[in-house]
């Protein structure tokens, strides 16, 4: 089971609603829906692009084919490079409730289209791989050549919702 990581390209269906508290109370609820991605005609996000909120490509980290997952997303991770979405103010939490269609790998590739490889790959591996592509064969990670780089991304986990027994979300649960 291929389980998604930065660079890959999950493709979801997911609705965004601002958390709103209730009075002066402890407990939170879900207000208007703000965006909605159908299941049924999926988003392609790529993980690290920053085309979605930060806290949504944190909560896909891990996913698998048909996971379903609600992220709590602070304020600070609601932001994208993308156009964002107007009616979620800076100081707003979200809830997401994600549901992932498929998982694709994504591989860097080099000048000639072959996997990306650490910079310390010697020399008879560069000759291998372009001898290999040369005679038109494919060249992946199980030809004995170093693996594909990986990307580390940089933040803190998601926190998931937990609904309390009294309805609405348990803040208690999100700290």
């Given at each position: 089971?291929?389980?998604a990581?930065t660079g890959d390209i999950?493709h979801v269906g997911?609705k965004?609603?601002?958390i ?13 829906v703000?965006?909605e991605?159908?299941k049924e005609?999926?988003k ?10 930060l806290g949504?490509?944190?909560?896909l980290?891990?996913?698998t ?5 609600l ?5 600070r ?7 964002g979405?107007?009616?979620i ?7 997401v409730c994600?549901t992932v269609?498929s998982v694709d790998?994504?591989?860097a590739?080099?000048?000639f289209?072959?996997?990306q490889?650490?910079?310390d790959?010697?020399e008879?591996?560069?000759?291998k791989?372009?001898?290999?592509r040369?005679?038109?064969k ?7 050549l170093p ?6 991304m940089?933040?803190a986990?998601?926190?998931p919702?937990?609904s309390?027994?009294?309805g609405?979300l348990?803040t208690?649960?999100?700290?």
């Open positions: 089971v291929m389980k990581k999950c997911y965004v609603w601002i709103q508290r209730v009075g002066q109370t402890q407990l939170y609820t879900t207000g208007k703000v965006e991605v159908p005609a999926p392609a996000v790529t993980i690290g692009s920053n085309t979605v909120m949504i490509e944190e909560g980290q891990g996913v084919k048909g996971t379903k997952r992220i709590f997303v602070p304020p991770k609601t932001k994208s490079t993308g156009l979405n107007p009616e103010a800076v100081t707003d939490s979200v809830v994600i269609n790998r994504s591989i590739t080099d000048e289209g072959l996997p490889t650490d910079d790959e010697s008879d591996d560069i000759i791989r372009k001898k290999l040369k005679k038109g494919r060249v992946d990670s199980s030809d004995d693996a594909p780089r990986e990307v580390k940089i933040g986990p998601v926190t919702v937990v309390s027994p009294a609405g348990d208690n649960a999100l700290l």
